[in-house]
């Protein structure tokens, strides 16, 4: 008995020494199709890592990232929970599964390593900037702020949904901040606010549409918060008028190119434009988009009915002729090249980074189409916004301040504004941000 146990040992030994050596000589996989995100590479060793042990937490987390036959082991887990899996959330309504949405959204973006306009020749690069092949941009860093619960995520159908739960004491400081930002841009500045809904306000069912799940309600608080010098810009009514239409991806928590053109309208119609039709732009599309909504369900079986049906994305380009800059701060240096519509290769998992190349500090779009200069806050669903702005405005200039300040810069958003001849700033910003403490302390940054 006892030769058979030291024989045992010995293979189960072998084994793992065997899988010991395969992991440092094996090529390290970057991304995982299972839950559709990239994994983690190996730490940089510093002085600093080693002596706090973060070092020893990111190779931890790098080497259960790139375990020999990670990918394998985890499509097989996901198949044996098929055979038994239970959730005591799932079953509420119609919804097929409902667990709770902890996000840390508000604190960070994503973005392209090498934003490039699908026309590159309608960009013409200045003396002083420098092309993306030249600059490498960091990569996205987990946030330090806290996670935050925000509501709950939902599986209907072939339709995932984050459902945003409505605090009023966190509305009501977002409305505090967007008045704050108003007052110190001044009153030659023209101050927007615009929440758009997600998916959830228009196809959930009806438990997850009202009382404290209630988008509306929760826009119609902002509104009533709003100083009068401040323009609110009612995009839920306008986007309900066409929700038989494709407005929002069903594996992702973006709305599509569709949806933000009819949030565009709304703002034409409240700011005097004449809103340009869709026949004017020349599109194209991305076939088998698998989104964030799958990223977040990866893990649980019944995320697979989202990955056998993914969304297509399609995009209209400007017709205005456009130069297309990110930057890391408002000093405005060292520019990269970049396109509002950009190049987003097949292996790419997040095709909304076709959108602006996804979320930077500082953008600034030049136009050759006659008309003012605008300030645009927002997080990453104003990205699909700003190609249909182009037709208006002369300069867009967009700060996303998860970027900004992650970065730690500091900001004079006065002078800035004045420096760039700001006509008029709009926030724009989904439901779940209005009910962030994490991204209301950012804005009530940008106004100080």
Not at 218 to 223: C, E, G, K, S
Not at 273 to 291: I, Q
Request: contains cysteine; glycine residues 6%.
């Amino acid at each position: 008995m006892k030769k058979i146990y030291n024989i045992l040992c010995g293979l189960l030994l072998l084994l793992l020494l065997s899988v010991g050596v395969v992991s440092l000589f094996d090529k390290d996989p970057t991304f995982s199709q299972s839950e559709n995100r990239n994994l983690k590479s190996f730490p940089k060793i510093t002085l600093s890592s080693l002596i706090d042990g973060s070092f020893t937490t990111a190779l931890q987390e790098y080497y259960a990232d790139t375990f020999p036959g990670r990918e394998n082991l985890m499509e097989n887990n996901k198949r044996l929970n098929a055979f038994y899996y239970f959730s005591g959330l799932s079953g509420e309504g119609d919804a097929s599964l409902v667990i709770n949405f902890d996000s840390n959204a508000a604190q960070h973006g994503q973005a392209l390593q090498n934003p490039e306009a699908t026309d590159p020749s309608a960009d013409t690069s200045p003396a002083d900037s420098t092309s993306p092949s030249e600059e490498k941009i960091p990569e996205i860093t987990e946030p330090s702020a806290k996670t935050e619960q925000l509501g709950n995520l939902i599986l209907v159908g072939d339709r995932a949904m984050d459902i945003p739960v409505a605090n009023g004491e966190q509305i009501r400081s977002y409305a505090a901040a967007v008045n704050a930002l108003a007052a110190l841009l001044g009153s030659d500045v023209q101050t927007i606010s615009m929440p758009v809904p997600n998916a959830a306000a228009f196809y959930a069912s009806e438990e997850y549409r009202t009382g404290a799940r209630d988008q509306k309600a929760m826009f119609d608080l902002v509104r009533d918060e709003l100083d009068a010098n401040v323009k609110f810009v009612d995009a839920y009514t306008t986007l309900a008028r066409h929700m038989d239409e494709y407005l929002y991806f069903r594996t992702d928590h973006h709305w599509t190119h569709l949806g933000a053109y009819y949030a565009y309208t709304a703002l034409c119609d409240a700011v005097g434009f004449t809103a340009e039709p869709r026949s004017k732009f020349d599109t194209g599309s991305h076939e088998s988009f698998v989104g964030s909504m799958y990223t977040y369900l990866a893990n649980y079986p019944q995320s697979s009915v989202l990955k056998n049906n993914p969304d297509t994305l399609d995009y209209w380009k400007p017709y205005a002729n456009c130069e297309t800059y990110y930057y890391s701060n408002t000093n405005l240096t060292n520019g990269v090249l970049m396109g509002t519509i950009c190049r987003v290769n097949e292996q790419e998992s997040n095709k909304y980074l076709t959108f602006m190349g996804g979320d930077h500090n500082v953008t600034v779009v030049t136009t050759d189409s006659q008309g003012p200069t605008i300030l645009v806050i927002k997080e990453s669903y104003g990205n699909a916004l700003i190609s249909w702005l182009t037709s208006h405005y002369s300069k867009i200039i967009l700060i996303d301040p998860r970027e900004y300040f992650s970065d730690n810069n500091d900001i004079d958003l006065k002078a800035f504004a004045d420096a760039q001849g700001v006509d008029q700033c709009l926030v724009i910003n989904y439901p779940m941000m209005l009910n962030s403490e994490n991204y209301i302390t950012l804005l009530e940054r940008l106004a100080k």
